[in-house]
């Protein structure tokens, strides 16, 4: 796939830097970059997804202790 991508002269500035000191093409520093990103965002997403997980986990621990206290009030 190609894809036209618009700069402003600083992120352009920037890019080729990176480009000469790592002496790779910009396209290879920009394909590296949206993986990176990519990458970030999974990991944020499962990480608010453990979090729910967690707190779902926390709260149904809390309910069944409820109700087994209920439980054993009526006996």
Request: hydrophobic share 35%.
């Given at each position: 796939m190609i894809a036209t991508v618009r700069l402003d002269e600083k992120l352009e500035?920037?890019?080729?830097?990176?480009?000469?000191?790592?002496?790779?093409?910009?396209?290879?520093?920009?394909?590296?970059?949206?993986?990176?990103?990519?990458?970030?965002?999974?990991?944020?997403?499962?990480?608010?997804l453990q979090m729910a997980i967690e707190k779902t986990k926390e709260i149904d621990k809390k309910e069944f202790s409820d109700f087994e206290g209920t439980i054993d009030d009526g006996m």
């Open positions: 500035h920037r890019l080729n830097s990176i480009a000469n000191m790592l002496h790779k093409k910009k396209s290879q520093i920009i394909r590296e970059a949206i993986e990176q990103y990519a990458i970030s965002i999974e990991k944020a997403k499962k990480s608010k």
